[in-house]
């Protein structure tokens, strides 16, 4: 039960962090470091949650595959696209 209830504080913590960016700054970086927290806490779901950490190694290398596969693609593409306040 341990694990769980750190990684709910962590989660939470992260959730909050989000939160004070997007209040507290504007511009471009602000929504990539949203973007980070979120596939942050999407990595802390997979492992603790859903027993990935205690898969086989496969399973486990497969799904940090997948997360920085998709962290990569969802902040190249965040980044490099057209970019307009407001709308």
């Known amino acids: 039960p341990m694990p769980y209830l750190l990684t709910w504080i962590l989660l939470t913590a992260a959730t909050l962090l989000s939160w004070w960016l997007d209040a507290g700054f504007d511009g471009r970086w602000v929504g990539a470091a949203v973007l ?7 990595r802390l779901v997979l492992m603790v949650f859903m027993g990935v950490s205690r898969a086989t190694v496969g399973i486990r290398r497969a799904c940090e595959f997948w997360v920085i596969t998709a962290v990569t ?12 306040w407001g709308s």
């Open 36 to 42: 980070m927290v979120a596939f942050f806490k999407a």
């Open 73 to 84: 693609v969802v902040l190249v593409s965040y980044w490099f696209a057209p970019f307009t």
